[in-house]
T-cell receptor, first 112, second 111 residues
Framework: DAEITQSPRHKITETGRQVTLACHQT?????MFWYRQDLGHGLRLIHY???????NKGEVSDGYSVSRSNTEDLPLTLESAASSQTSVYFC???????????FGPGTRLTVL | GENVEQHPSTLSVQEGDSAVIKCTYS??????FPWYKQELGKGPQLIID?????GEKKDQRIAVTLNKTAKHFSLHITETQPEDSAVYFC??????????FGAGTTVTVRA
């Protein structure tokens, strides 16, 4: 069955380190999204991509970057991790614009 | 950009009773409104959605209503069951096809 996976599921890192969170989908969806989830804020969009080589900033993109070299993967990089980036991160994908987004299981990141 | 507000933030209901969650949005151009359910330790999952050319949509015990004039939409769960306990998010699509989410409602169904 097609699916969307994230790795690692849990990560503890130190302030200032570079961290990369992986997202992989097997639906062949063009659209992929990264969100962070914090209590009281719901899901906030970090970066998104509408196809290979396309990346766009969301509402909370500072300190994060993404790259899209193929359809299946959209890795999220924290260039220099900060304690404010402690959160749960969700990746999602969709087939078309304005259609259902399918979410991965999430990555819980703790920055000490 | 789009701003979605969701109320209440927590909701406790007796098993068998109904639950209602309300959301408002700011961008009159928004035309797609999904609702997601998130169980503990999992990613959000779509449970129902509505487009702006429809005023109401129903799927078994779940229904969503949309009032475009007032810019608000609501989720109704009837005959609540313990498995309905979860966090529910409303969302509205922006004019560049991004979803803007509400802050979430934690629903607890008491046995």
């Amino acid at each position: 069955d097609a699916e969307i996976t994230q790795s690692p599921r849990h990560k503890i890192t130190e302030t200032g380190r570079q961290v990369t969170l992986a997202c992989h989908q097997t639906w062949n969806h063009n659209n992929m999204f990264w969100y962070r989830q914090d209590l009281g804020h719901g899901l906030r969009l970090i970066h998104y991509s509408y196809g290979v080589q396309d990346t766009n900033k969301g509402e909370v993109s500072d300190g994060y970057s993404v790259s899209r070299s193929n359809t299946e993967d959209l890795p999220l990089t924290l260039e220099s991790a900060a304690s404010s980036q402690t959160s749960v991160y969700f990746c999602a994908s969709s087939e078309g614009l304005g259609n259902e987004q399918f979410f991965g299981p999430g990555t819980r990141l703790t920055v000490l | 950009g789009e701003n979605v507000e969701q109320h209440p933030s927590t909701l406790s209901v007796q098993e068998g009773d109904s639950a209602v969650i309300k959301c408002t949005y700011s961008d009159s151009a928004s035309n797609y409104f999904p609702w997601y359910k998130q169980e503990l330790g999992k990613g959000p999952q779509l449970i129902i959605d509505i487009r702006s050319n429809v005023g109401e949509k129903k799927d078994q015990r779940i229904a969503v209503t949309l009032n475009k004039t007032a810019k608000h939409f609501s989720l109704h769960i009837t005959e609540t069951q313990p498995e309905d306990s979860a966090v529910y998010f409303c969302a509205a699509i922006t004019n560049d096809y991004k979803l803007s989410f509400g802050a979430g409602t934690t629903v607890t169904v008491r046995a």
